[in-house]
């Protein structure tokens, strides 16, 4: 049985445990859900019988602030050409371009591609381009693509040296 059927099921349970009762709000108490719910419920049966019951699909909304489709393509091109920049230097290159983006726009793009890190970028350009079967020569290579071919360098731990004891004088 699949969770669509399952779910119509436990609905329709739900409906004839009200009419059993002959109580809505000790069925819904019971069932732990509100009577807003079980009437919206009630009336999709009533309306469309068994596939009222079953969830529906919701589009995902589209917001009307967000940024335009072509130009979160040219942000995202931009990120391509210049993965290591921030976002601010990122939109203030694009600006002096005559696009017309502000740094936040920029940001949330990221944050919507899952960019918002510097590696992150890196390892996106990596996937999406291929520069990883490439040489490792940099001539001619930009400064991501040096960065993107050399190997990530850890910090230095920050532990403490044990060469020198450290005692104590207890009174």
């Not at 203030?92 to 990221?110: D, F, N």
């Amino acid at each position: 049985m699949s969770e669509k059927e399952r779910l119509i099921r436990a609905r329709l349970g739900i409906l004839a445990l009200a009419a059993e009762l002959r109580n809505v709000a000790r069925a819904c108490k019971l069932a732990g859900l509100s009577r807003s719910q079980f009437y919206a419920m009630k009336k999709a049966y009533e309306t469309y019988g068994k596939e009222g019951l079953a969830p529906r699909i919701r589009r995902k909304p589209e917001m009307p602030n967000r940024t335009p489709f072509l130009l979160e393509q040219q942000i995202l091109t931009k990120t391509c050409e210049n993965p290591a920049l921030s976002y601010l230097r990122l939109a203030a290159i694009m600006r002096t371009q005559g696009i017309s983006v502000s740094p936040t726009m920029v940001r949330y793009v990221w944050q919507r591609h899952s960019l918002s890190t510097r590696m992150a970028r890196l390892e996106w350009i990596k996937k999406s381009n291929g520069y990883a079967d490439r040489s490792q020569t940099n001539e001619g290579s930009t400064e991501w693509q040096v960065a993107l071919n050399a190997p990530i360098e850890q910090p230095p731990s920050k532990t403490r040296d044990t060469a020198q004891p450290t005692s104590r004088v207890q009174d």
